[in-house]
């Protein structure tokens, strides 16, 4: 709502937290706690519907959209796509329905955590293959916000990000609880000596833990392989540094990856315009 509003684009929404309600009024924004009142707003209007929350609760949404607001485009910024599209088919909705998912975040929560320019230059997924003018829709918010569009598809999207981004936040939530285990030397001593690489390693795991379990458990699918890849590459960096003194294959290995991935951004990370 922020970003769309900055770039002066008309935007409504709901909430259902009053005091998130009363603080977006509080800054001047048009969000309603009444669920109903809010679609048939969207239906008059013919709105884009952009649903933003957590897995588990998209069924039950889809349920009053289909009552108060059927015809509406529809969209959703939920970072787990093959079960919302599976949701939005069950509903009836997938007519109507392009699925999409910002590549932006933080690991704060709340209305008072929102950045008006947290898409600025962020990859924008938009599910492939879906309706035209829907999908038309969908990216020129993207574009509008400040993000460039990737096409693809809900599988091979939900693959990519179990290994970018949901078993990272695993992955720091690990490494947060190794920082403050007494017993192998972390603990408050070892916490007043960490920098930026236990920092920056641990940032996400500051995430609400109802989200992080949303997406882990909405995208179990994709995110079990990724783990086990993941706990075999440290069992074989344990093995190595236990039998033969030294962690060189997967220092190797890594610092390699992470100038791939960097190179991958440097070409990749460019605005783009939707199709005419």
């Not at 769309?4 to 709901?14: D, I, K, Q, T």
């Not at 949303?214 to 990724?226: F, T």
């Not at 890594?254 to 951004?265: L, T």
Request: glycine share 8%; hydrophobic share 45%; with cysteine.
């Amino acid at each position: 709502m922020r970003a769309l509003a900055a770039a002066e684009v008309p935007v409504f929404g709901w909430n259902r937290s009053e005091a998130t309600v009363e603080a977006a009024h509080a800054d001047g924004f048009d969000v309603y706690n009444d669920l109903p009142e809010t679609l048939l707003r969207a239906a008059e209007e013919d709105a884009l519907i952009v649903l933003g929350v957590p897995v588990y609760a998209v069924a039950e949404l889809l349920s009053v959209i289909v009552e108060y607001a059927p015809q509406c485009a529809l969209t959703d910024v939920v970072s787990v796509k093959e079960e919302v599209q599976a949701l939005v088919e069950a509903a009836g909705l997938g007519d109507r329905f392009v699925g999409s998912h910002p590549m932006a975040g933080n690991e704060y929560s709340g209305w008072q955590s929102t950045d008006s320019r947290l898409f600025e230059g962020a990859p924008w997924v938009v599910m492939a293959d879906g309706d035209p003018e829907v999908t038309e829709r969908v990216q020129c918010m993207a574009v509008t916000v400040g993000a460039h569009i990737v096409e693809t598809d809900p599988v091979t999207h939900d693959g990519a990000v179990a290994c970018i981004s949901h078993v990272p936040h695993l992955v720091a939530s690990a490494l947060a609880t190794t920082g403050v285990e007494e017993s192998i030397g972390g603990g408050d001593l070892a916490l007043q000596l960490a920098a930026g690489s236990f920092r920056d390693g641990t940032r996400v795991a500051g995430t609400s833990p109802s989200l992080v379990r949303s997406m882990c458990e909405g995208n179990r699918r994709a995110v079990l392989p990724v783990l086990g890849h993941m706990i075999e590459e440290l069992q074989a960096c344990y093995r190595e540094l236990w039998s033969e003194g030294t962690v060189a294959d997967l220092t190797a290995r890594g610092n390699a990856a992470h100038a791939h991935y960097k190179e991958v951004k440097r070409h990749t990370d460019e605005p783009t315009e939707p199709a005419d």
